[in-house]
């Protein structure tokens, strides 16, 4: 079974400042990973995604990850936030699959603040 | 990237009564769904996984008498809450991955549906 940990339940940011969301996950198998994005009352909007290959990966709207698979992390990161950037965030993994299920397994979210 | 319209996006209901959700997915085909809910300042739950044309799997702990699902359709998914109570109320959410493409690679999510029960 997979679980995900963010560990940061709020993140409050000054505009324009840099920002770490941190995600950890535990898995017996190999997974993918995802982050996603959720203003409020609206579905998610998926930011990237890491399948396979570089590390690093890049999204949309500037944010980036970097898988690292020794410490079991996949934090997200941006440079320079925009108060637009004020959302909730979701770490998700899903199964490298052997069975097709496609079920995600999301973390708890983090709530990204981004002050003027 | 493609899309999936859930509907309604908000649904006030009586105690009691039934309500029905809506899953499509407007330009692809899906032969699997999966069913999120979502209460305040949690994560993203998964209820069930819709199958085309055969019975959904429901995850443990939800009632699959009270929450009906019917997928009908390579394109439309249904969640029907029946007999709905006050603790059903929260944030129900689709997601879709387009059948063929590299399994657990992408899903798409619908906008989510506010459920009030009064």
């Known amino acids: 079974a997979q679980s995900v940990t963010q560990l940061d339940s709020q993140v409050p940011v000054f505009e324009e400042a840099p920002v770490e969301l941190r995600c950890n996950y535990s898995?017996?198998?190999?997974?993918?990973l995802f982050w996603y994005v959720q203003y409020p009352n609206q579905g998610l909007q998926l930011l990237l995604k890491?399948?396979?290959?570089?590390?690093l990966v890049k999204g949309i709207n500037g944010f980036e990850a970097e898988f690292n698979k020794s410490q079991t992390s996949f934090h997200l990161r941006k440079p320079s936030v925009h108060i637009s950037d004020t959302a909730e965030y979701f770490c998700a993994v899903s199964e490298v699959p052997s069975s097709n299920t496609g079920k995600l397994i999301f973390g708890q979210g983090t709530t990204l603040q981004v002050k003027p | 990237g493609a899309v999936v319209s859930q509907h309604p996006s908000r649904v006030i209901c009586k105690s009691g009564t039934s309500v029905k959700i809506e899953c499509r997915s407007l330009d692809f085909q899906a032969t699997t769904m999966f069913w999120y809910r979502q209460f305040p300042k949690q994560s993203l739950m998964l209820m069930a996984t819709?199958?085309?044309?055969?019975?959904?799997?429901?995850e443990q702990g939800v009632e699959k008498d009270k929450f009906l699902i019917n997928h009908a359709s390579l394109t439309l998914s249904t969640l029907t809450v029946t007999s709905a109570h006050p603790e059903d109320s929260s944030f129900y959410i689709c997601?879709?991955?387009?059948?063929?493409?590299?399994?657990?690679?992408?899903?798409?999510f619908g906008q989510g549906t506010r459920l009030t029960v009064v």
């Open positions: 890491y399948l396979s290959g570089s590390t």
């Open positions: 819709s199958n085309e044309g055969s019975k959904a799997t429901y």
């Open positions: 997601s879709a991955p387009p059948s063929g493409l590299l399994p657990n690679t992408e899903a798409f």
């Open positions: 898995s017996s198998v190999s997974v993918y």
